[in-house]
Nanobody, 122 residues
């Protein structure tokens, strides 16, 4: 499956952004989807994931209550709504498809999109 992320940009602290990740593959609706991020000088980390039908989601502790993942299987797209953004959220954000139905932190993510840069100014 090919993934195309978009929606990044520059925003002030406290602001919001919505990332999108469109898939061109036919298996999108049967795969868990996740978002990861990599800040400068740091390792890539799991941010959030959602299972294949959107009934279960997972969040890294620092984004709980601020970020929301959702998906539209009719449009082969997964979204990441980011509110109350902080400078420490600055990173390149990647979407990824798991090799199974679920998309928790320990899932096997086998397909990756190119990143989209999110910069949060203080």
């Amino acid at each position: 499956v090919q993934l195309q992320a978009s929606g990044g940009g520059l925003v002030q602290a406290g602001g919001s952004l919505r990332l999108s990740c469109a898939s061109s593959g036919r298996t999108f609706s049967s795969r868990g989807m996740g978002w990861f991020r990599q800040a400068p000088g740091k390792e890539r980390e799991f941010v959030t994931g959602i299972n294949w039908i959107g009934s279960r989601s997972y969040y890294e502790d620092s984004v709980k209550g601020r970020f929301t993942i959702s998906r539209d299987n009719t449009k082969n797209t997964v979204f990441l709504q980011m509110n109350s953004l902080k400078p420490e959220d600055t990173a390149v954000y990647y979407c990824a498809a798991s090799n199974g139905f679920d998309a928790g932190p320990s899932a096997d993510f086998g397909s990756w999109g190119q990143g989209t840069l999110v910069t949060v100014s203080s």
